[in-house]
């Protein structure tokens, strides 16, 4: 005999709801109900079940052993119902739901105007973005926390499928008045005596300085290690060191002449944006709709912004770090 033949969705989403969240009221916050009504469904739910799912105290909830075991099933179906009703809105012409997408920090500045866009052309598709370095993105992507990812390559220790869809150029910054912005063409062996401000281990930005470095024979140097890209902008700007950065995120320091690209040869450094999903689990909709838009329009938008900023800079005077710009542009 199945105990739980008769329970409902209702009952499922109220005992995940607070199986997450580990509150009876913030699951009800959450599902715009009473505390009083989340109780009953959980109460109905223990009854069909014939034992305890939660464990109640001062501090809260706690699943007990049974809650755990239908915490894992239960979050299953609640996920392949919403999947559900977002296929059949698709089949109907509609593209709804919600679009869960994980990207790595530096695309925080290259997705709103994107997404945004998107869900202009979609306004019945609510979007939860999470932002992280490479190593939390790999994660959320592993866990499906996130239908996609958006990072600089696919990660070798997940089976995705992968497509880039935009050109990612990095460089090489300082401030104008850095001593090195009135050299020759430097090399790396020069960057390195500079007090090098870097993202932290497990950034995609790390990871490709680290290979730029190990291309050229040197050993990197660290000047300073630092969790974001705004401290090292911050940094950088106050004459505290040089730094790599994806332009995408000094756009407005390069436009305003608070940060300059350093005389190096062959820069900036064009990588690739990639967006994936799992290989082994169905895209929703709403995912496969902006994976699609992200391969139509991406490279569109990069070549837009990066021809603002040459024309910015230009306007400001800045003709060194116009022509690696404009070479930045001609390769987008």
């Not at 698709?90 to 530096?106: N, S």
């Not at 869900?119 to 609510?126: F, G, Y």
């Not at 290690?225 to 332009?247: D, P, R, T």
Request: hydrophobic share 45%; charged share 20%; aromatic share 4%.
């Amino acid at each position: 005999m199945n105990p739980l033949r008769n329970a409902t969705f209702r009952q499922l989403a109220a005992f995940h709801a607070v199986a997450r969240l580990g509150s009876v009221s913030k699951a009800a916050e959450e599902m715009h109900l009473t505390q009083p009504a989340v109780s009953i469904q959980l109460g109905i739910l223990e009854d069909a079940a014939g034992t305890p799912l939660l464990k109640r105290s001062a501090r809260g909830v706690k699943l007990t052993e049974a809650g755990e075991l239908l915490a894992t099933y239960a979050a299953r179906i609640l996920e392949m119902w919403r999947e559900a009703g977002e296929a059949m809105a698709a089949h109907c012409g509609d593209i709804a739901g919600l679009l869960r997408v994980g990207a790595v920090t530096t695309a925080e500045y290259l997705l709103p105007p994107l997404l945004l866009e998107f869900v202009r052309e979609h306004p019945q598709v609510k979007v939860k973005l999470q932002v992280g370095n490479r190593a939390e993105t790999v994660a959320r992507l592993a866990g499906q926390e996130i239908d996609l990812a958006i990072m600089g390559r696919p990660p070798a220790e997940l089976k995705t499928v992968s497509a880039a869809f935009a050109k990612h150029p990095m460089a090489f910054v300082a401030a104008p008045t850095h001593p090195l912005m009135s050299s020759g063409r430097l090399g790396l062996q020069a960057l390195n005596a500079a007090n090098l401000l870097v993202r932290e281990r497990g950034s995609g930005t790390r990871t490709t300085l680290e290979q730029i470095f190990k291309d050229e024979g040197l050993a990197l140097e660290v000047g300073a290690e630092m969790s974001s890209n705004e401290a090292i902008k911050q940094m950088c700007a106050a004459g505290f060191g040089v730094a790599f950065l994806s332009l995408h995120a000094c756009v407005l320091e390069l436009e305003t002449g608070r940060l300059a690209l350093l005389p190096m040869a062959d820069h900036p450094i064009e990588r690739d944006w990639h967006v994936m999903h799992l290989s082994s689990r169905p895209v929703p909709a709403a995912a496969a709709a902006f994976e699609q838009f992200l391969r139509v329009h991406g490279q569109a938008w990069i070549h837009w912004r990066l021809e603002h900023m040459r024309r910015t800079t230009e306007a400001n005077g800045q003709p060194a770090a116009v022509q690696r710009v404009k070479k930045a542009r001609s390769a987008a």
